[in-house]
């Protein structure tokens, strides 16, 4: 089937917006995890779901980080108040979840904050 | 220290040699091992796991774990120039909900 699709692919905002950032998991995929990417950073974990709950927000750097998920499916991440030092590809991934833990990730939405 | 560590390279290496890529880890709790790649302006795209200490081959691809050392590594053979990327090492926690600890990349380039 599909893969896991997020959007948009490409957001440019300047500094003090709130974004909007949407992962669609793979169908059936009951994990849902979100990542960032940025330079000198390497791959950082920011949450994880298992079907609608968060049982690990460990990696959100601030609480202008938040992240919803809604019938076990699409997820949204949202900054608020955004700072320069936001500017990252983030990246969702998802897995079977249980012992199924192999993620597979989305194409990534690259955010731009002026 | 970094919780995984690879080395940043670049491995240069000629077109159809090996490619010998080494991932450490620092958490012996640490249950299953990945090796993504990446290329780039993309997201990372898995290659294979491991979870048990030994070999594991899959086509031109073989991942080696040994958790005595806490060390993993990846090697490529007959290596194309598509291969040339950034590989990631991760790993993870099953009791830490499966979220992976990505290592820095060593980025990969196969010369014709």
């Known amino acids: 089937g599909a893969g896991v699709s997020q959007s948009p692919s490409n957001k440019v905002t300047e500094k003090g917006k709130d974004v909007e950032l949407r992962c669609d998991p793979i169908?059936?995929?009951?994990?849902l995890y979100w990542y960032r990417q940025s330079l000198g950073q390497g791959l950082e974990f920011l949450i994880y779901?298992?079907?609608?709950?968060?049982?690990?927000k460990s990696g959100l750097p601030s609480d202008r980080f938040s992240a919803e998920r809604t019938g076990g499916s699409v997820s949204t991440l949202t900054i608020q108040r955004t700072q320069q030092e936001d500017s990252a590809v983030y990246l969702c991934?998802?897995?079977?979840?249980?012992?199924?833990?192999?993620?597979?990730f989305g194409p990534g939405t690259r955010l731009l904050v002026l | 220290q970094k919780e995984v560590e690879q080395n940043s390279g670049p491995l240069s290496v000629p077109e159809g040699a090996i490619a010998s890529l080494n991932c450490t880890y620092s958490?012996?709790?640490?249950?299953?091992f990945f090796w993504y790649r990446q290329y780039s302006g993309k997201s990372p795209e898995l290659i294979m796991f491991?979870?048990?200490?030994g070999d594991k081959e899959d086509g031109r691809f073989t991942a080696q774990l040994n958790k005595a050392s806490q060390y993993v590594s990846l090697l490529i053979r007959d290596s194309q120039p598509s291969d040339s990327a950034t590989y990631l090492c991760?790993?993870?926690?099953?009791?830490?909900?499966?979220?992976?600890?990505f290592g820095g990349g060593t980025r990969v380039l196969v010369k014709p």
């Open positions: 991760a790993v993870n926690r099953r009791a830490a909900g499966n979220k992976l600890t």
């Open positions: 958490d012996r709790g640490s249950q299953s």
């Open positions: 779901f298992q079907g609608n709950s968060a049982p690990d």
């Open positions: 169908s059936g995929h009951t994990a």
């Open positions: 491991i979870y048990s200490n």
């Open positions: 991934a998802s897995s079977r979840g249980g012992d199924q833990e192999t993620q597979y």
